[in-house]
């Protein structure tokens, strides 16, 4: 069986690290689908303006193995406990295909080029896009589903502090190119990125992430009462702490947008 793509992903996320394990998780994250012939045509597309989301089929195309296995450890159960594959929602899969909703922000051409808008994804660029289908609220959406192990979203995420100079280097970009794009990456680090096992620690690494054309550096700190009361702390000046929301004991600072 042959599969062709029908369109490539042009994303604000450019690598694995700090894409939102589902869709959704980030009210904004953009992305354009690029669509290849012969399927850019725009009657391919007629009726697809009505749709405010769609489905996406799409390859994982970083994860693809020569050989599966058939028990992951899913990152929501800590990376502790392992379940099968077909019970989990991995990359790493027999097939390598994957299947996200995301919302529908409109067909247009730009260079010639048919370009669907998407948000809210968690598709890192270059993923080969293999069917595209609009999203039915009344047979797709289920209220009572469960899955017993991830019944609900994650709900705790960390307060998240931007240095004066992360601050300064947002400010000065455009708006149209990127996007919502202090938002984007509030929501990338307050869910804690990391993997599993460093996950809730508080280290002196720097960590980077890549987002759009910029690599977006950032750090785990512990929080005194004093910042969680709105003070500054001393040792990381310029960091404005008064944004503190919550009972938490730690946080994210963005140190760097470059």
Not at 212 to 230: I, K, M, P, S
Request: glycine share 6%; hydrophobic share 40%; charged share 30%.
């Amino acid at each position: 069986m042959t599969l062709t793509p029908v369109a490539v992903t042009h994303s604000c996320f450019r690598d694995k690290f700090g894409v939102p394990r589902q869709p959704g998780l980030t009210r904004h994250a953009w992305a354009d689908l690029v669509i290849e012939p012969p399927f850019d045509r725009e009657e391919a597309f007629r009726g697809l303006e009505t749709c405010s989301h769609i489905w996406l089929t799409f390859q994982f195309h970083e994860a693809v193995r020569e050989e599966w296995r058939p028990v992951v450890r899913p990152p929501r159960l800590g990376g502790n406990k392992k379940v099968g594959v077909f019970a989990s929602r991995s990359p790493f899969r027999p097939n390598s295909l994957g299947l996200s909703v995301v919302r529908n922000e409109g067909l247009q051409r730009v260079d010639g080029r048919l370009v669907l808008r998407i948000r809210d994804h968690d598709l890192i660029d270059g993923t080969p896009i293999l069917d595209i289908k609009p999203y039915l609220p009344f047979a797709d959406s289920i209220p009572d589903a469960r899955i017993g192990w991830a019944d609900s979203a994650p709900t705790e995420r960390l307060p998240v502090f931007f240095s004066v100079e992360a601050e300064q280097q947002l400010a000065d970009l455009p708006a149209e190119r990127y996007p919502e794009f202090r938002a984007l990456i509030e929501d990338v680090v307050s869910y804690d990125p990391r993997p599993s096992f460093r996950r809730g620690r508080d280290e002196a690494r720097i960590y980077g992430a890549h987002l759009y054309d910029f690599n977006v550096r950032f750090r785990f700190v512990a929080l005194t009462d004093r910042e969680q009361d709105g003070a500054v702390n001393p040792d990381s000046a310029g960091v404005d702490r008064a944004a503190v929301d919550g009972d938490h004991d730690r946080g994210v600072e963005v140190l760097t947008v470059c």
